[in-house]
């Protein structure tokens, strides 16, 4: 028996190698790989091994029928024969069964539901880079009269009003007070898409209405993988619908990740996924939240706590949830 299992196995393994289907991550056109491709995979490759079990026991099945037909009035032959037939079709049968309790198990939790699709649903990206945008305004909050001409700007611009709606429905926000917050980001980012070149950092130069880095973009977008940084660069710089539709999915998902609370998405858009954990100096709040960088000062009368602010700090970050927010508010 074992000599007909590895012989199975060895003209299976060139499929398997191949992994068609097994991995639908990581190549030309397709996603970046997740955890849930990894359990995809053992999902594949488990009926990958029932596949090869059934053409097993289907071989043992035909050369056990032609023992038990060859047998000419042996009944130990024909009674070995018959016990091996049956062995294989319950053998088979708990294997099969097995598999298909753990398979629809796994395409349930991971589909929500949906029993012959396993899929994997999109994950938020981390955009790590520096707090400053391109329009500069975020070391302060915006006075009234600044305010007015940002929304002035906005309301009068036209095209690039639509622009931002067609990109927002595209990547399914739909609450129109969002809306508003995105163009409200647009405008903090990137003064309306006049200042497209961000400052310098460590994780690299942001581009575009929407100042995306490029391997955020790359993330966003799966069909980036053929083009080198530069065009990359180039396309979200100057291609303005196009860095509108990125941003627009990439605070979407924002939203969606902590669950519709705008506040934390545009925090997070700005700061990166560290403004958003918990806060070590004040309780109950988030880091960008807080302005104390001393244990023991938050809603107390201390006056010798270091405050936090500066470039280093998420003073930045708070400016620019409440220039967006004032914005949105009189759009």
């Known amino acids: 028996m074992w000599k007909v299992?590895?012989?199975?196995?060895?003209f299976a393994l060139p499929?398997?190698?191949?992994?068609?289907?097994?991995?639908?991550?990581?190549?030309?056109?397709?996603?970046?790989?997740?955890t849930c491709h990894f359990v995809?995979?053992?999902?594949?490759?488990?009926?990958?091994?029932?596949l090869i079990m059934g053409i097993i026991a289907a071989i043992l099945i035909v050369i056990s029928g032609f023992r038990l037909?060859?047998?000419?009035?042996?009944?130990?032959?024909?009674?070995?024969?018959?016990?091996?037939?049956?062995?294989?079709?319950?053998?088979?049968?708990?294997?099969?069964?097995?598999?298909?309790m753990v398979d629809t198990v796994l395409k349930t939790l991971l589909t929500n539901g949906t029993w012959n699709t396993l899929s994997c649903v999109a994950q938020p990206v981390a955009q790590q880079w520096s707090r400053t945008?391109?329009?500069?305004?975020?070391?302060t909050v915006l006075p009234a009269g600044d305010i007015n001409n940002r929304v002035n700007s906005i309301v009068n611009s036209g095209a690039l009003q639509t622009d931002i709606a067609n990109a927002a429905a595209a990547a399914g926000i739909t609450d129109p007070n969002q809306v508003k917050l995105l163009k409200g980001l647009i405008s903090q980012e990137s003064s309306n898409c006049t200042n497209k070149v961000g400052p310098s950092t460590n994780?690299?130069?942001?581009?575009?209405?929407?100042?995306?880095?490029?391997?955020?973009?790359?993330?966003?977008?799966?069909?980036?993988?053929?083009?080198?940084?530069?065009?990359?660069?180039?396309?979200?710089q100057n291609d303005n619908a196009y860095n509108l539709s990125v941003?627009?999915?990439?605070?979407?998902?924002?939203?969606?990740?902590?669950?519709?609370?705008?506040?934390?998405?545009?925090?997070?858009?700005?700061?990166?996924?560290?403004?958003?954990?918990?806060?070590?100096?004040?309780?109950?709040?988030?880091?960008?939240?807080?302005?104390?960088?001393?244990?023991?000062?938050?809603?107390?009368?201390?006056?010798?706590?270091?405050?936090?602010?500066?470039?280093?700090?998420?003073?930045q970050t708070r400016n620019y949830v409440a220039n967006i927010k004032a914005i949105a508010t009189k759009i």
Do not use: H
């Open 40 to 50: 995809g995979l053992i999902d594949s490759l488990a009926g990958w091994l029932v």
């Open 133 to 139: 945008t391109a329009s500069g305004d975020n070391s």
């Open 203 to 236: 994780s690299g130069i942001a581009y575009g209405c929407g100042q995306m880095l490029v391997s955020t973009a790359r993330t966003l977008d799966p069909s980036l993988k053929g083009l080198t940084d530069a065009q990359v660069a180039d396309k979200l």
């Open 15 to 34: 499929y398997v190698v191949s992994a068609a289907g097994l991995v639908p991550c990581g190549g030309p056109g397709e996603p970046e790989c997740q």
């Open 247 to 315: 941003s627009a999915k990439y605070f979407n998902q924002l939203i969606n990740k902590y669950a519709g609370d705008s506040d934390l998405a545009l925090a997070a858009y700005n700061g990166g996924p560290g403004a958003n954990l918990a806060s070590a100096d004040c309780p109950g709040l988030r880091r960008w939240q807080c302005v104390w960088n001393s244990p023991g000062c938050y809603g107390t009368a201390k006056t010798n706590c270091t405050p936090n602010t500066g470039f280093s700090s998420y003073e």
């Open 5 to 10: 299992f590895l012989s199975t196995v060895l």
């Open 69 to 100: 037909v060859t047998s000419a009035g042996d009944v130990s032959a024909m009674t070995s024969a018959k016990k091996t037939i049956t062995s294989l079709l319950i053998g088979y049968v708990i294997v099969l069964g097995g598999w298909l």
